[in-house]
């Protein structure tokens, strides 16, 4: 699949699309619930509840069978208000709320609560409008420890990768970990992890430093195209989406790319790509696709609500239903 | 673009829709979230949350990548769930919940809450739904202090005019302040600043004579026909928008104008014409636009909402999105 640049260096490009259909199952009538995903959101807080509503939709649209988000008790009746769709844990707790003699048995709550849980997922979404509220970040961080634990991957993406470029440890030699920095997040992992600023003249080598600096976590950076590495490779998705930047967008990527990884991870044999890397290469090119619909249909109005209600026409046409009966 | 009316005076009406084309930027895909502007609505209380809302997410879908409001507690569970794009902070407080000893902590907590927020705005529109509680206003009034000392630019509508109305130390020189007042609004303002009544006959000199009072804020004054100046020239928008009154439409107009002065601010060069005066225009021949084909489809029935609806294909219509690849 790979062809020469005019430097003689080989395209990064990759054919999305095939990766996308030899991950996604067929839909078997044999099958019950639960068995196409089920996963789970950390995060929504006061101040956001959109992102994690974004991401959890997302998931579910993107074919995955439960969806939960584990959030604030202020965020949760909102974000079930946006969907009946969603099972909504009111758990986390903030500082403002939280008197500091009570936050050792607040956090073992949290963390008895989640573990109940944990087991179940097939992956797990840290960050989408989790704030940063430093006792909630602590609670994510145990979090995220049993999720380690329990071997279920995580996407990491906005104050959750606020989290982790803070204790890298968190992530650090985890490969089902996935971040999906956006190119301010971007520049803060580099410097660091790497100690330096980023350099785009060499985007691709910095790209696999950053990887191979984190353990091997995997990297979908995103922009203009995505760039995808683990450490040992590069890929690049560089179909086009939409011009539209308004904020909401990289949520569907993290509730998708959560999907694609979990089902990545059931393929049969020795992919020759590794389970984070296709997944998000399947994300990616989904959400171009929605983005690419939705804009076409909303041009400079186009939200990311829009995006989410063309997620069922793009995947049909990417990788049409064969239902076998 | 200036012909004689048959007074043999000039007339005021401009080419809304080329000023609209000349400040609305190309979208383009190497961009990232944020550049397409970040507004804030500071409204939203025990009272009203429809208000706040329209106007933020008139921002968005006038094509603003970030939309936030600033609202009582009371008010947020309800705005966040009109809609998941929009980021709402739960931080004004209104006096029936304030001790009075405990005003002066709050006062300081609200805008240590804003402050962490404020620089990044675009544009900042103040009044949506404020509600006339003197704790709150107090509040808003130092809201607005720091915006100027950040040299954010304001929009004010609704109970916000009524704020400076009795403030005008306010935005009294303060060139980024845009004033919408409707019939009513207009009529306080005139009173307040002039110390006369409302002279339809001489209107045009009075509107440059009020915004001179203020000292260079614009003032966009609604009605069958919209008249905007800074005190130093007077435009009119005058094409057809629609019969109905229905409460809302001011919302919207705050929301796009908002969005428009955040771009004509970025123009390159030296325009003709300052930023809030073009933002007014565009705002208000956007709104028309929208209005005129909202009533179209809905006719006595037709509500802010439907027009909101149409904000999309309005703007496509009048500037159509040319994507540069």
């Known amino acids: 699949m790979q062809s020469l640049l005019s430097d003689g260096s080989p395209s990064m490009e990759v054919d999305a699309v095939s990766i996308l259909k030899s991950i996604t199952p067929s839909l078997e009538p044999s099958k019950h619930k639960g068995q196409a995903g ?26 995955a069978d439960l969806s939960h988000v584990f959030c604030t008790k202020d965020a949760a009746p909102v974000i079930k208000g946006y969907s009946p769709e969603l099972i909504v844990h009111p758990i986390l707790e903030e500082s403002y709320s939280v008197r500091d003699e009570d936050k050792k048995s607040i956090l073992a709550k949290v963390i008895e609560e989640v573990d109940k849980w944990m087991e179940r997922f097939d992956c797990v979404i840290i960050g989408p409008g989790l704030g940063r509220d430093p006792f909630l970040l602590d609670c994510v961080s145990n979090i995220m420890k049993h999720a380690r634990q329990f071997n279920v991957p995580m ?33 803060r992992l580099v410097q660091k992890v790497l100690q330096c600023e980023v350099n785009d003249q060499d985007g691709t080598q910095q790209l696999l430093s950053l990887a191979k600096g984190i353990g091997g976590a995997t990297i979908l950076r995103k922009g203009g195209s995505d760039f995808i590495s683990n450490g040992e490779t590069v890929h690049e998705v560089s179909s086009f989406g939409s011009p539209r930047r308004c904020g909401g967008q990289g949520d569907i990527l993290s509730g998708s790319v959560a999907v694609f990884v979990s089902w990545a991870r059931q393929l049969a044999g020795e992919p020759s790509m590794s389970a984070t890397v296709m997944g998000c290469i399947a994300g990616s090119i989904l959400l171009r696709k ?16 829009d995006i989410i209600q063309h997620l069922g026409t793009s995947l049909e046409e990417l990788c049409p239903v064969l239902v076998s009966r």
């Open 38 to 63: 089920k996963i789970a959101v950390v995060g929504g807080c006061r101040e956001y509840t959109g992102a994690p509503y974004f991401s959890a939709i997302s998931a579910l649209k993107t074919g």
């Open 155 to 187: 996407v990491i993406d906005g104050d959750g990768l606020f989290l982790v470029t803070n204790s890298l440890d968190l992530i650090s030699g985890y490969p089902l970990a996935v971040l999906t920095p956006n190119v301010n997040e971007y520049k």
């Open 290 to 305: 929605a983005a690419s619909h939705a804009f076409e249909s909303n041009r400079r109005s186009m939200l990311t609500t």
